[in-house]
């Protein structure tokens, strides 16, 4: 879909006296000096500039801060090798899978027995949940490692805390008023550099694994195929540190050794060495998302990691994300007559699979420019999602229902919640009187004239 931009929005540049000296002092085209001009750089200093063009990964490394619990916990870890039970508990979407997929393999490099747990969307959803980790403590436990969540998980990992249990968590999402009490929380928001904050869970992993010796470069590089595919599916912002990683992890990907990651690839019809970002994002992630969507994640992080028929568990995603299209076009269909335009959408259904509404809530977001809040009814819970387009905050949208919410949590742009059946009705209005008086304030488009006939082949 091509949207429309009012000419109110449009803020147009051209190729200027700055942009030429810069592209003199760079050595680029004056297109990429006009770019790099929009994006703040300038001649004085060509150094920066020319950096954004070809981030060096070591460079790019170098002054990020992961938060204050980044020493500490690499501490924690040292100290506790060859301990015998760790639980890695994870998430259900692409970033959860590859960052479960990578601790797991960090932590087999370090400790004796490790498992892991990834909550089902429909059952439990996302987070950490009391029940799970008294089950854990129960079954012996000597250190939790959560990645993708247990930022604002207080209460869940408080139990883990009374049972003795260390934890270290490995985080990119927002925290709440305070972390939870004992946790080692490597989390960049929580402290951290704002470079550091563009990363998604599987960067945090990978990045604090590198940069505090949890194991030789030799051993942490060739795994950035796995942050490579967390960084597009999880739509971070593409800086100098996550170019540096993507451009590295997209080509050891094409070289992988993952026998599941390969199978998986063929399954949708191409070969390893033809990954790019449009077959990332269109194909691969889709079906990686699929198995926490409407399966169990678990064949999503086996796919990863390996194991016997990773044939099969290929097909089976590649069959998951067919059945995800489908559902999410009936869903489409039945939402679009019912949109009033400019208004933000907020319903629910009983007939609606909670994994499909996160991808339907992105879509109509972006394509109406609209707030869109979408909940599966069912039994005595609800379970919804909410997206926001740019100038609306998700998370202050929910703040002020939190007393009347099981659970919520997310990102500015994108967060979710979990209801009890009885409150939907109280809090679906509410949700939608916070949007009404937070309407989308779209900041200006930038775009670029520039001479066809000026351009290289190169561009």
Known sequence: ????????????????????????????????????????????????????????????????????????????????????????????????????????????????????????????????????????????????????????????????????????????????????????????????????????????????????????????????????????????????????IYSRGIGTLRRSERRGLRALIAGTGHRLEEVDEELLTMKVIPCLNAAGRLGVADIAVETLLGGPDLEGKARELVDLNRKRQSLAAEILEEIHPKMEEGAPVVMGDYAWPVGVLSGVASRICSEAGVSVALASLSGDHVRGTLRVPQGVDALKVLEPLAPRLLSWGGHRSAAGFSVSLSEWSGVRDLIEENLLSSPPSPAAVQAISYPPGMLTPDE
């Open 1 to 244: 879909m091509i949207g429309e931009i009012p000419v109110s929005r449009l803020e147009l540049r051209e190729v200027d006296d700055d942009a030429r000296i810069l592209a003199e002092r760079v050595s680029c085209s004056p297109l990429t000096a006009l770019l790099l001009r929009m994006r703040g750089f300038s001649g004085d200093d060509p150094r920066e500039a020319r950096a954004q063009l070809d981030p060096g990964l070591d460079d790019s490394m170098a002054g990020i801060d992961l938060g204050p619990f980044s020493a500490p916990a690499a501490d924690l870890w040292k100290s506790l090798r060859g301990i015998e039970r760790v639980v890695v508990y994870g998430d259900y979407d692409a970033d959860g899978a590859c960052a479960t997929a990578l601790a797991m393999e960090l932590a087999l490099a370090s400790f004796r027995q490790v498992r892991y747990f990834i909550p089902q969307r429909h059952r439990e959803g996302y987070g950490v949940h009391e029940k799970v980790v008294r089950t854990i403590a129960q079954n012996g436990c000597d250190l939790l490692i959560t990645v993708d969540c247990g930022t604002r998980d207080n209460d869940a990992l408080g139990v883990a805390r009374e049972a003795g249990i260390p934890v270290i968590v490995f985080d990119h999402h927002l925290p709440g008023e305070t972390l939870p009490e004992g946790a080692f929380v490597v989390n960049p928001h929580a402290g951290g550099s704002g470079e550091a904050q563009t990363l998604c869970a599987t960067g945090v992993l990978w990045a604090w694994a590198r940069r505090e010796g949890i194991a030789p470069p030799e051993w942490v590089d060739p795994r950035m195929e796995l942050v490579a595919i967390a960084t597009l599916a999880d739509h971070v912002p593409l800086g100098m540190l996550n170019r540096a």
